[in-house]
């Protein structure tokens, strides 16, 4: 750490030894970004991506030889037939929903295998809210099947269920809970057992935050269809907005269909002045990556040494970026995000407050200064106030402000009196 901050000397301490112990966890971080950086590397290639690919139509944006470029690459690098990748998706709800929407018909039954969905696609699937058009108002039937209380997948269960399902659901990230996420592998597990009972079923995948964490991706061990946002992982930062479907291309097909409308689908959709930074935010998404799960990984470590309850902990192989750590009352929980917000490149200055978030049982407290506004590749917090007082922790665009980032959240608790050094 440098002296740009006024760190006590016990965190600088600290977050010396939490480093050692990180040397084998970056080391397996490093070796995949290598890995992922040359896949995406070998997708440019394989795909021809030349200057023209870069600059946006307008209007219908027929022919528009960019989208088709990104559509490919994305295809390529999740060793999947098909993708479709948006700047019109307005968030990954938007493309998980539209993906839903694109392949369920009416009668046909999603099963989610990995217990409860993200919080947002609950008024999509109609598990609340009523009258807006959800997936259960259209005819669409829905099941869960639970984690196991250990968070692994209770595979008899999914077997039993995807017999009369037409598509198996699961969410690859932990989201904002305390389970684990689940591996690549898991996700392959899950898609075997379904398809063994039922070969038409469809494996569809959030893959939020999951993207490029590991060299196999889920459409590359069973899954027929992925989504998730550009504002997150495969964005590198760098995109300013969108989202990605991809998979197999009759679903892909249909997917867009419902993006756009039947007989059009893929075909239309002009992409502006977009196409530059969604090619340069998947080229720079596994080195950012990295640096996520090297700032998550610190994370871990230094707040295990200064003696919290982590989750992960740093030893643990990352399938997704998300950190957890409990932070033990309100009081630490606030002042944790404040220092993450002091931390951050763009609005250090303002205080993050708990506030009445629409959704949400308790009160919900945020620490966000990124670029792109909401966008949570970049270093964030979010926490409900609730027991455990947990606080889940994400991104970082580069390791070295990352740790400051984690340090500074360290150093507010200090200041208030919260944290004995
Ligand atoms: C972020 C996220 C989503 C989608 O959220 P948006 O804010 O709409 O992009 C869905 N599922 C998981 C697990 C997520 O992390």
Redesign the pocket.
Known sequence: MTDFFDIHPRLLEVSRQAEDLCRDPFARIAENEEYNGQKVLSAFLKNGISEAHLKGTTGYGYDDRGREGLDAVYASIFGAEDALVRHTF???????ATALFGVLRPGDLMVSVTGS?????EETIGIRGKNTGSLMEWGVKYRQVDLLPSGTPDYAAIAEAARGARMIYI??????SLRPSLSVEDIGGIAKVAKEQNPNVIVMV?????ELVEKREPTQAGADLIA??L??NPGGGIAPTG?YIAGRKDLVELCAYRLTCPGMGKEVGCTLDTLRSLYQGIFFAPTVVASALKTAVFAAAFYHLLGFEVNPSHDVPRT?I?QSVLTGGPEMLCAFCRGIQKGAPVDSFVTPMPWDMPGYDSQVIMAAGAFTM?A?IELSADAPLREPYAVWLQGGLTYPTGKAGVILSAQEMAEAGLLKL
């Open positions: 307005v968030s990954g709800t938007h493309a998980l969905p993200y919080d947002t696609l969410q690859r990230s932990r989201g904002y959030d893959n939020c935050y999951g998730g946002s504002i997150k989202g997704d998300i909401g949570s």
